[in-house]
């Protein structure tokens, strides 16, 4: 549908950015590059920037990822990660059908808001249908509707200095006797501001199911899929991402992956 397809993914290529995304691919092969220290990760990283460089500066910045017609869904949609959240604080919102969910968008903000599902559903809605590339080499085509996060973020009124959009989720993906680490991820203004990057509620005319990250999860389309994340509860709008984790923007990211996952 969009000839930008073309040009934008020739361009990564031309770039040497498929080499890095390759490389970190979720294979345990590579778990060593969660060292900040280690001489590859360093190369790795030094790609990274130029692969993000290629893509911001050969593109334009609002330039959409390819969308597909109805018939191009062939399959369901493949989850990916955490398929069922057993938090306690989640359960109890599977259990009442997400009625009292409410999203919190705070930090670098004007109005910080409280929203309810219902009311994340009644502001204006964008449904695409865009294939998802997932980091391990799977692929899928599904439909998305959803809020543009730039329409959230509008409503919340940026202050001065807000440069990523935080997104802290309710699933534990990590436990430990010291707790657990729920899932969180980072994307910057660029990506947080494009016409396609939406908090998904409904896939394929229905619902967003849990396996696929009910109530509501990112859809980031120029990215890979771990940057899409799911089951969000908050999000928080910052300066830098450095005092997060381990620095480096992303659950993922923080254990050897890009933070920037463009295709």
């Keep these: 549908m969009y000839e930008r397809r073309i040009t934008r993914r020739t361009a990564l290529r031309l770039g040497g950015a498929g080499l ?8 345990k092969a590579f778990d060593q590059l969660a060292d900040p220290a280690n001489p590859l990760r360093r190369y790795m990283e030094r790609a990274n920037r130029l692969t993000m460089a290629a893509q911001r500066g050969l593109l334009d910045r609002d330039a959409l990822a390819q969308e597909f017609q109805w018939f191009d869904i062939r ?21 009442s059908g997400f009625s009292d969910y409410r999203l919190s968008v705070s930090g670098l903000v004007q109005r910080p808001q409280i929203l309810s ?39 919340a009124g940026l202050r001065p200095g807000a440069r990523f959009i935080l ?17 969180y991820e980072t994307i ?5 501001m494009h016409p396609q990057t939406i908090l998904a509620f409904g896939m394929n005319g229905s619902a967003l199911p849990v396996p696929n990250g009910a109530p509501l999860r990112l859809r980031v389309e120029r990215q890979l899929g771990y940057k899409m994340a799911k089951y969000i509860r908050a999000i928080e709008v910052v300066d830098s991402f450095a005092g997060i984790g381990r620095g480096r923007g992303g659950y993922w990211e923080d254990r050897g992956y890009e933070w920037y996952a463009g295709i």
Aim: negative net charge; charged residues 20%; contains cysteine.
């Design 188 to 192: 910057d203004m660029v990506d947080a």
């Design 75 to 95: 399959q369901p949609q493949r989850p990916n990660g955490v398929t069922n959240p057993q938090d306690a604080e989640y359960v109890t919102h599977v259990a």
């Design 167 to 183: 997104l802290r989720c309710f699933d534990t993906i990590e436990r430990s006797l010291s707790g657990g680490i729920k899932y």
């Design 117 to 155: 599902l219902a009311e994340l559903q009644s502001m204006p809605t964008r449904r695409q249908i865009t294939r998802h590339d997932c980091v391990e080499g799977w692929s899928c085509i599904a439909q998305w509707t959803g809020v543009p996060l730039s329409a959230v973020l509008e409503r």
């Design 20 to 27: 890095a995304t390759a490389t970190l691919g979720g294979c």
